[in-house]
């Protein structure tokens, strides 16, 4: 009996990874597979209704990827008619693990930073979630679904341009085709944020003596992130609904809610994280060290950085940064200082820490030879990738001076039971949470190189603590590492 073309398709997928056979042209599918669905479009028109009660359908983030999985059948699954199955998730991770394991026979992919991975990981490249995968990864994807190049996958660095504005007028911008350019640059001019007169102080030589704390506001900047989404929940919102702020939507009211449903320590540890980033502020200041860029800012709360470092140093310097319009809003708050010291705020995402590194205020604030506090709390779960927040940290690292700090907290399942870690993790996989939390080994690889301070890596309670311990929350409440580390 002949075998089904699909079925010897997906036998031929097994042959790429096992013997690493060059792919031929794409394999025609049998016409009796036309009930299947093959696009996100037809995968649409069998689901449910999206205004059905109750239901809410969620689309594809990256539709590219989506469409290929669904037209791959499955090499071992069979339908009851005989057709064959569609490749399930599980069974694509394996063949492109095999696949990478023939590509790259001399990595230790297992260690490898994104190397090996799991259907959750695989989940996140199909929601559109990590937009460009590994190299080892992405030479298993174009092997496995036979294309040449990572945007066909849907795979690309994301970039964020905006238009070159001349000093055009109005005859000339109808002639040479740049009027839109010229009302864009009049829109954004409109709606820009002024920023408010600075106050007067002393600075360091890196400033002007009139531009001690200054409220940095771009418009029309690269640099400046998206517009203010209030139906979507935003970590800095939720993180300041547990705080018992006031400055929170519904979108982040509902998301903080379901996870403390499940969680119901979750205010503990955010409080003993805030507590955490004073202490670890504070001993870096007495370190020596006298400026911080503080990434992931988060709404304004007692204990803010500058709060605590111009206690110790009143001519201490501090830069926020975070891409939320509603912290920038706020920003006023987080740069009234110490007038003998310099406080700013600009708008930007940690994922494209160059673009932080080379925007034009940065230098106006902090000065890169000499030694830096970088202060990374609860923020890099927030980039699902472990290389990719791997190479975020060392960006900043290889641009700070010997004697730097690196102070991070980070979510963990370390200290939790098997079923609370299991429990989180189908939160994850399904959105209702947003944190990829990590292990301590994980965790350590952002301190590679640096000498990391006493007592290592530790819940965030039980670092430097200086409360009760009868009232400190213990480890499983806190889920929260925080470490510290100099670079040498």
Not at 9 to 24: N, Q, S
Not at 187 to 195: C, G, I, M, Q, T
Not at 304 to 309: G, L, P, Q, R
């Amino acid at each position: 009996m002949t075998a089904h073309p699909a079925r010897r398709a997906a036998e031929e997928i097994l042959i790429i990874a096992d013997a690493l056979v060059t792919p031929g042209p794409r394999h025609q599918r049998h016409e009796k597979e036309a009930s299947m669905p093959t696009s996100t479009e037809e995968l649409d028109r069998t689901a449910p209704r999206s205004d059905a009660p109750g239901r809410r359908r969620k689309a594809s983030s990256n539709p590219k990827l989506v469409a290929r999985l669904l037209r791959m059948p499955s090499a071992t699954e069979t339908c009851p008619d005989g057709r064959p199955a569609r490749m399930q998730r599980a069974e694509a991770v394996e063949v492109l693990n095999k696949i990478m394991a023939k590509l790259f026979p001399d990595v230790d992919l297992a260690t490898a930073n994104g190397g090996l991975f799991d259907e959750r990981e695989f989940g996140r490249y199909q929601r559109g979630e990590v937009l460009w995968p590994s190299r080892y990864r992405r030479a298993a994807f174009r092997k496995f679904f036979g294309v040449d190049n990572d945007r066909d996958l849907g795979f690309y660095h994301k970039r964020t341009l905006e238009p070159v504005v001349d000093d055009i007028g109005p005859d000339d911008a109808e002639t040479d085709g740049t009027a839109t350019v010229s009302r864009q640059a009049e829109d954004l001019a409109a709606a820009d944020h002024s920023p408010p007169e600075p106050r007067s102080g002393r600075g360091n030589g890196l400033s002007t003596p009139d531009t001690a704390v200054r409220l940095v506001s771009d418009g029309a900047s690269p640099w400046r992130s998206s517009t203010l989404d209030v139906g979507k929940a935003h970590p800095a919102r939720r993180y300041n609904y547990w705080l018992g702020g006031k400055d929170h939507f519904q979108a982040d009211r509902a998301s903080g809610d379901a996870i403390a449903q499940r969680f119901p320590w979750v205010r503990k540890a955010a409080l003993a994280n805030r507590a955490f980033l004073g202490r670890a502020v504070d001993a870096v200041a007495q370190g020596g060290v006298r400026q911080f860029l503080d990434i992931g800012t988060g709404l304004p709360a007692p204990g803010n950085t500058h709060e605590i470092a111009q206690q110790v140093a009143p001519e201490s310097r501090v830069l926020y940064v975070d891409n939320d319009p509603l912290v920038g809003a706020h920003a006023r708050a987080l740069t009234v200082g110490d007038p003998a010291g310099y406080t700013a705020y600009i708008e930007a995402d940690l994922r494209r820490p160059e673009q932080i590194l080379e925007h034009p205020d940065f230098a106006k604030a902090l000065d890169l030879r000499r030694p830096v506090g970088i202060v990374l709390a609860a923020v890099l779960h927030f980039i699902p990738d472990l290389a990719e927040a791997q190479r975020v940290v060392r960006i900043l690292l290889d641009a700070a001076a010997p004697g730097s700090f690196l102070i991070v907290s980070h979510g963990t399942p370390d200290f939790v039971t098997a079923e609370e870690a299991a429990a989180y993790e189908q939160m994850y996989a399904s959105g209702a949470a947003d944190a990829r939390t990590r292990t301590k080994d994980d965790i350590a690889s952002f301190f590679t190189g640096l000498d990391v301070l006493e007592p290592g890596f530790v819940a965030v309670s039980d670092w430097r603590p200086v409360d009760d311990p009868n009232d400190r929350p213990p480890p499983e409440q806190v889920s929260l590492y925080g470490v510290v580390g100099r670079l040498p």
